[in-house]
Each structure stands twice: as structure tokens, then as C-alpha cells.
């Protein structure tokens, strides 16, 4: 069984006073293996926030189904929404959305302050993961302190610390340099290889090229998907960039 299943995913939104109907997602389906390390992108409108809001649990479909470890969200009690979201996914988004009144190791916890846990329990989950993320040096500055690299690193961490079965990332070089985007793609791809399931939204190639596997959303719809196989970081950028132009020149699926 596949950790996340996406069946017959279709959202329509109708205007305030349900004269018009916008359907956002079409008929979405795919799968996400455990450990796999997978990329959306698509045009501005294609349907990629609409789809990262419903696998969030933040939005809920017209008809079809999301499942993660086969379980529905669409059955999840409405009480039961937030408990099941922290204690599932983790969250890195383009802004980082820390708290500048938290210092990082405090933005860090906030999720297993939630929880309930204890201080022992947070800082034993904590270092490994800050040693991993070249942040242990950083946990007491406040967000108004440190970098934008550093700040997302941060956001990872906080993703991180919940061993969250799987990782929404919603453009998270968006707001980061070239430099910093690089060394938190790296980091992406540690994670990964010690066996976090990534799932990122994204529209800058070279982000995407780092994947194992891209889906590329266009009308509301999966329009095609590359996976990377053997091939180099070049040759898989290259395979990406030319499916990019594909969809912009309103090609057929290949």
C-alpha cells in the first residue's frame, strides 16, 4: 500500500452567490511511496495550492479521496483535524512563518509543545536534528536575528521534530538566495536519504530537478510525470525544463 493515495481528486469552487463555478482540480490521481522524494509544478492557476491545501487537510475535496497510511482524510472528525495534521505532516513554507517574539528553538518545539511533551523529551528530539541542519549554534537567536537560509533551516527543523510521516513543502526557495536555496535543497535531499517522504510544490526547475519525481498539474489535472531514474541533476533539469515549455505552449501530454 502506498503512504498517500490520491484518488479521483476533484474541487470546484462556486462564486458567493453560486452563479459560477471555478473547478480548480479536474481528476487528480497519484500515489506517494514511502521514502519517495516528490516534486508538483505547474503555471500560476494550474490547481497546485488547491491540491497542497487539500493533502494539508486544510481544504476538503468535491469528490475523491486522499488516504495517508490508507486512512481517509475526508472520515477524519473535524475536532480531530489539527491533532491529525501535527501529528502527520510537517509544514515548510516559503516564508518560514516563525514567531520573531520565539527564538528558533522555541518556533522549533511549538509543535511538540502542543503535544504536551515535556522539555527532556523536545531537546533529545532536537539535537540530532540541529546537528543534522548545521543550526545547533543558532537555537537561542531570534528569527530577526539569523539569515533566510538559516530561518528556513528552522522551519525545517520545527517540520522535522514531529517525524512527521511525510513533508509538505510550499515553495521553499521562494524567498531564499541562490546560495541558501542550494544548501536547503542539499539538506532536503539528506533528509530524504535518511528516509523522510518530501512532497514539494515548486516552480523553479532547478528545485524540482533535485526530486526523484516530478508531476506536472495543468488545468486542474496530472498532465505528465518524470522520474529520475539514473539520470544526472543536468540531464533531469533539462528533461524538466523542456516539459515546462512543453505545458506553456499548451502541448498534448507525452
Not at 476533484?10 to 480548480?24: C, D, I, N, P, W
Not at 516563525?98 to 515535556?118: H, Q, R, S, W
Not at 527532556?120 to 546537528?131: K, Q, T, V
Amino acid at each position: 500500500m502506498s503512504l498517500l493515495e490520491v484518488k479521483g481528486l476533484k474541487k470546484v469552487y462556486k462564486t458567493r452567490f453560486g452563479g459560477h463555478a471555478v473547478e480548480a482540480l479536474k481528476n487528480v490521481n497519484f500515489t506517494v511511496e514511502e521514502g519517495e522524494y516528490v516534486a508538483i509544478m505547474g503555471e500560476s492557476g494550474s490547481g497546485k495550492t488547491t491540491l497542497l491545501n487539500i493533502l494539508a487537510a486544510l481544504d476538503k475535496p468535491t469528490s475523491g479521496s486522499v488516504l495517508l497510511d490508507g486512512k481517509d482524510f475526508s472520515k477524519i472528525k473535524e475536532s480531530d483535524v489539527a491533532t491529525f495534521r501535527r501529528d502527520n505532516l510537517g509544514f515548510v513554507f516559503q516564508e518560514f512563518n516563525l514567531l520573531d517574539t520565539f527564538t528558533l528553538e522555541d518556533n522549533i518545539y511549538l509543535p511538540l509543545v502542543l503535544a504536551g511533551k515535556n522539555w527532556r523529551e523536545m531537546h533529545a528530539l532536537l539535537m540530532p536534528i540541529a546537528r543534522t541542519l548545521g543550526i545547533q549554534d543558532l537555537l537561542k537567536k531570534y528569527p530577526y536575528e539569523v539569515s533566510g537560509g538559516q530561518k528556513q533551516r528552522a522551519a525545517v527543523a520545527r517540520a522535522l521534530i514531529t517525524s512527521p510521516r511525510i513533508i509538505l513543502a510550499d515553495e521553499p526557495t521562494g524567498a531564499l538566495d541562490s546560495k541558501s536555496s542550494d544548501e536547503l535543497l542539499r539538506l532536503f535531499s539528506e533528509v530524504n536519504r535518511q528516509g523522510q517522504t518530501l512532497l514539494m510544490v515548486t516552480h523553479s526547475a532547478r528545485a524540482a530537478s533535485r526530486a526523484g519525481r516530478v508531476l506536472f498539474i495543468r488545468d486542474g489535472e496530472v498532465f505528465h510525470q518524470l522520474y529520475r531514474g539514473e539520470a544526472s541533476g543536468e540531464l533531469f533539469y533539462q528533461k524538466i525544463a523542456d516539459t515546462l515549455t512543453l505545458l506553456a505552449q499548451g502541448g498534448e501530454r507525452a
